[in-house]
């Protein structure tokens, strides 16, 4: 991976943190490091366990928010645009009635990874049904839901430099 790809993912980092995470990635030990401290990826292949997980964090934690309709894992979500997943707002008219749906979309890159980089994004996807804008108040929020939500992200985006340059780490067979 060039040093421009690992800027793409770790842009918003210090030049520190990117230096030290460069040099984590150039001596290949980002990918033992991630595997032994998660070894193994979830569970949540379907989108109805998807759902029914996204469901119990949203219920713990913002039980008066707008209801959500749909989470489901999308092909055509690329991270290339720092995009790990999206929220969407729809409106419809049904006769002479608004009606107003909530869909969470996940890259499907994200079906073989563990499950606490699953729950920061899907953390992050339902904050957007109070906190439009990444904002202080965003993050907060975030913060509420998931206490371990920025050492996360970080730890995602690191995977996901290591993954561009080395390949998946949990979604092959574990004798490889």
């Known amino acids: 991976m ?25 001596s290949n030990r980002s990918g033992a490091w991630l595997l032994k401290k998660y070894p193994q990826m ?58 107003a749906k909530n869909e969470i979309r996940i890259s499907s890159l994200f079906r073989k990874v563990p499950e606490p980089f699953l729950r920061m994004i899907l953390v992050h996807e339902l ?16 913060c509420y839901m998931e206490p371990d939500y920025h050492q996360l992200e970080f730890e995602l985006r690191l995977y996901l430099c290591h993954r561009e340059r080395f390949g998946d780490l949990w979604g092959r067979p574990a004798d490889q």
């Open 2 to 26: 060039s040093r421009s790809r690992t800027v793409n993912y770790l842009g918003g980092y210090s030049p520190q943190v990117q230096q030290q995470a460069q040099a984590l990635l150039d």
């Open 42 to 99: 979830h569970v949540l292949a379907s989108e109805k366990a998807l759902y029914d997980y996204a469901q119990g964090i949203k219920n713990r934690f913002m039980r008066s928010s707008s209801p959500i309709s749909k989470v489901v894992y999308d092909d055509r979500i690329h991270i290339i645009n720092n995009a790990l997943g999206l929220h969407t707002h729809i409106s419809r008219v049904q006769g002479s009635r608004l009606k």
């Open 127 to 142: 904050a957007h049904l109070r906190e439009k804008d990444h904002d202080k108040a965003f993050y907060k929020l975030c």
